[in-house]
């Protein structure tokens, strides 16, 4: 079985107005696939409101998800992949309290590729390859949300570009 899923979609937009949004924390509220129409996500809000600029770079992000152990509770992402305007990735990780971060081992990848000035194939891959198999076993499935959450984030990455 894979350990990636992905969806694609295009979008009536330039790859850099896409790619601007994604660079910006501020915005993956609003694209959030867990949240659905008029609703909230798992994606709360950034906590560090500087642009994505470089590989390497950490942004943190407040989170809510009804099952984690405390309903709120924060990440800390490293940019993986940084080729605007064409890639980004980030890897989603923790501060467990000591000041050293920890990743687990997930990574949310972007690739976009112009069709044409006003025209962009957007594919949104999520992958879970190097997921420890204790972290894995520690939920019903993986990854641990629908398919259709890939989908959705594009759907709403459109809404918010093209607005």
């Given at each position: 079985?894979?350990?990636?899923?992905s969806a694609?979609?295009?979008?009536?937009?330039?790859?850099?107005?896409?790619?601007?949004?994604?660079?910006?924390?501020?915005?993956?509220?609003?694209?959030?696939?867990?949240?659905r129409?008029?609703?909230?996500?798992?994606?709360?809000?950034?906590?560090?409101?500087?642009?994505?600029?470089?590989?390497?770079?950490i942004?943190?992000?407040?989170?809510?998800h009804?099952?984690?152990?405390?309903?709120?509770?924060?990440?800390?992402?490293?940019?993986?992949?940084?080729?605007?305007p064409?890639?980004?990735?980030?890897?989603?990780?923790?501060?467990?309290?000591?000041?050293?971060?920890?990743?687990?081992?997930?990574?949310?990848?972007?690739?976009?590729?112009?069709?044409?000035?006003?025209?962009?194939?957007?594919?949104?891959?999520?992958?879970?390859?190097?997921?420890?198999?204790?972290?894995?076993?520690?939920?019903?499935?993986?990854?641990?949300?629908s398919?259709?959450?890939?989908d959705?984030?594009?759907?709403?990455?459109?809404?918010?570009?093209?607005?």
């Amino acid at each position: 079985m894979s350990a990636t899923i992905s969806a694609s979609t295009t979008i009536k937009a330039p790859a850099e107005a896409i790619f601007a949004a994604l660079v910006d924390p501020e915005k993956h509220a609003a694209i959030d696939g867990g949240a659905r129409t008029g609703g909230v996500g798992w994606v709360r809000g950034p906590l560090d409101r500087q642009p994505l600029t470089a590989s390497g770079q950490i942004f943190r992000m407040a989170m809510y998800h009804a099952n984690h152990p405390n309903g709120n509770y924060e990440t800390a992402n490293r940019v993986q992949v940084f080729d605007p305007p064409h890639a980004i990735s980030w890897e989603p990780g923790y501060d467990p309290g000591d000041g050293n971060l920890r990743f687990g081992g997930w990574i949310w990848r972007y690739g976009l590729a112009p069709l044409s000035p006003s025209e962009t194939e957007v594919r949104l891959s999520y992958d879970w390859s190097a997921v420890p198999e204790d972290v894995r076993q520690r939920f019903q499935q993986w990854p641990p949300f629908s398919p259709d959450h890939l989908d959705n984030s594009l759907t709403r990455l459109a809404q918010l570009v093209v607005a």
